[in-house]
């Protein structure tokens, strides 16, 4: 098809097309003359459809993946200690950039895999300051997040952008399609602080636990344990039309006094938003005894509904874990 060389808007009818199926659909729009790059610009397309509101898209301006997360259910009375989780990363997502699999949430940290870019990979934990603000910076003393310890080569410093406080992370190549092992506790509860500690373990050393680093909260409002467990799949970047997901197995809670719950339920929730971020590419559920989660590269149309809850196979044997070496 020519188009006149002016500068005069142009509407082109394309053609008419049936969707057979409902799913993701694009356009695909390339010049016939393979040796110019004077082509016009696009400005729009329009879409006619049979029915008002038949066809769904991203009218936001974020272009990352949704983020999925799951909400553990803890049985209610329970005091957590420390809380164990298990991650895998599918090959076929091994290559998607400014991922961020967090395993081990709760209302004061998390911790994870992240892929930061092509050549980088990182095991994190972090704790956030109370103090409300973006900016490390502004922080208080009284309000601090203190270094206490951190293990070989972790790298340790502020964060800020998303609430402030704590970070820490160490570089390292870990796989796809190979398990890895989390484990947060509170070390401590005294006055208005609270001592929390996240290691890391991995198949390569047969699973020995790994310090990443150890902080205390000042002005905390943890006063027994552990509060709000989950976990996420999350897409720090603009790359959102790539394709995100991650296996989470084996989740467990320790009490104070040595007692092993094993949790098997979660509740769905995600950013995916009707006004405010218009993906429908997400989605959680279960394979064997594993929760999964995906996002991103508008490969799947949503599986689940936010508020759903799921529930995996319970595994009944909890791990082995000396917590006297820790």
Not at 85 to 114: D, R, W
């Amino acid at each position: 098809m020519n188009i006149p060389a002016n500068n005069s808007n142009h509407s082109i009818v394309v053609g008419k097309y049936a969707i057979i199926t409902p799913g993701y659909h694009y356009f695909k729009i390339k010049g016939n003359n393979s040796h110019t790059t004077a082509y016009p610009e696009i400005e729009s397309i329009q879409i006619d459809a049979l029915t008002p509101n038949e066809i769904k898209y991203n009218k936001s301006s974020y272009l990352a993946a949704p983020s999925t997360h799951l909400r553990y259910q803890v049985p209610g009375d329970s005091v957590v200690k420390w809380l164990y989780t298990e991650v895998m990363v599918p090959k076929e997502v091994e290559n998607s950039i400014h991922a961020y699999y967090e395993t081990n949430g709760f209302h004061s940290g998390y911790g994870g895999l992240q892929i930061n870019n092509e050549q980088e990979r990182r095991f994190i934990f972090s704790i956030w300051s109370l103090y409300k603000t973006d900016n490390p910076k502004e922080i208080p003393a009284q309000f601090a997040v203190n270094l206490k310890s951190k293990g070989d080569k972790v790298f340790t410093g502020d964060f800020g952008n998303e609430g402030s406080g704590g970070h820490s992370h160490l570089v390292y190549p870990w796989k796809a399609n190979q398990t890895y092992h989390f484990l947060s506790g509170i070390k401590s509860i005294a006055g208005d602080s609270a001592t929390y500690i996240g290691y890391y373990a991995m198949p390569e050393d047969n699973y020995t636990w790994h310090l990443l680093s150890q902080w205390t909260q000042n002005k905390t409002d943890t006063k027994t344990g552990f509060k709000n467990l989950y976990a996420f799949v999350e897409n720090f970047g603009n790359n959102g039309d790539n394709f995100f997901k991650a296996y989470y197995g084996n989740q467990w809670i320790i009490t104070p006094t040595g007692n092993w719950i094993e949790l098997n339920q979660a509740k769905f929730t995600t950013t995916a938003h009707p006004q405010r971020h218009q993906r429908f590419d997400y989605g959680a559920g279960v394979e064997g005894n594993l929760f999964y989660m995906y996002s991103g590269g508008f490969k799947h149309l949503k599986n689940i509904d936010a508020g759903d809850i799921i529930s995996r196979k319970l595994n009944g044997k909890h791990p082995l874990i000396d917590f006297t070496k820790l």
